[in-house]
């Protein structure tokens, strides 16, 4: 089945730390991207990649970093800079050469502090 | 700044009647619309799309209409069931994904 692959599901991070959140695609998509979902808001933008080895800083990069090393792949890692990390994290990608194919979500990554 | 709202933030309806949620952008250089249904603790679920250049698309159970003139678009959706229970939003794009507006959502409870 093609699609997004969000791991963990769950994730507790303790002050101080940074913790990485992984993303697989199998859908041959071009652009991935990073949202932040927190209760009563839209969807905010973190980073996107619209290629290999290149991506941008979205609207909330601050305490965030992320890579592209390969098309199938885009981990996010939230560091000891992000103060307010408790969300829930959606991985999304699209294929930009082609509009009107959608932009697909992976299954999310809720992330709270202990 | 540019904006996606919606209209209703809590919509209640009958088993078996018909839901209408709306949706206002503000980029009329949006080209491109999706409407995604979200389940509690789920990631979002494209529903239906469509491009500028038409005013209604419809799907099974769903239709979208999209009036540009006053940069509106509305997710119908036909003989609403329990599981149509869930928050429906939508996203305005524009630039081919350069830029991607969310909506706040609307959450659709269906009373049995």
């Known amino acids: 089945d093609g699609g997004i692959t969000q791991s963990p599901k769950y994730l507790f991070r303790k002050e101080g730390q940074n913790v990485t959140l992984s993303c697989e695609q199998n859908l041959n998509h071009d652009a991935m991207y990073w949202y932040r979902q927190d209760p009563g808001q839209g969807l905010r933008l973190i980073y996107y990649?619209?290629?290999?080895?290149?991506?941008q800083k979205g609207d909330i990069a601050e305490g965030y970093s992320v890579s592209r090393e390969k098309k199938e792949s885009f981990p996010l890692t939230v560091t000891s800079a992000q103060k307010n990390p408790t969300a829930f994290y959606l991985c999304?990608?699209?294929?930009?050469?082609?509009?009107?194919?959608?932009?697909?979500f992976g299954a999310g990554t809720r992330l709270s502090v202990l | 700044g540019e904006s996606v709202g919606l209209h209703l933030p809590t919509l209640s309806v009958q088993e078996g009647d018909n839901s209408i949620i709306n949706c206002a952008y503000s980029?009329?250089?949006?080209?491109?619309f999706i409407w995604y249904k979200q389940e509690s603790g789920k990631g979002p679920q494209f529903i239906i799309d469509i491009r500028s250049n038409m005013d209604k698309r419809q799907g099974q159970r769903v239709t979208v209409l999209l009036n540009k003139t006053v940069k509106h678009l509305s997710l119908q959706i036909a003989a609403t069931q329990p599981g149509d229970s869930a928050v429906y939003f939508c996203a305005a794009i524009s630039g081919g994904y350069q830029k991607v507006t969310f909506g706040t959502g609307t959450k659709l409870q269906v009373i049995p």
């Open positions: 990649s619209q290629i290999v080895n290149d991506f």
């Open positions: 999304a990608s699209s294929n930009p050469a082609n509009l009107g194919t959608g932009i697909y």
């Open positions: 980029n009329s250089a949006s080209d491109y």
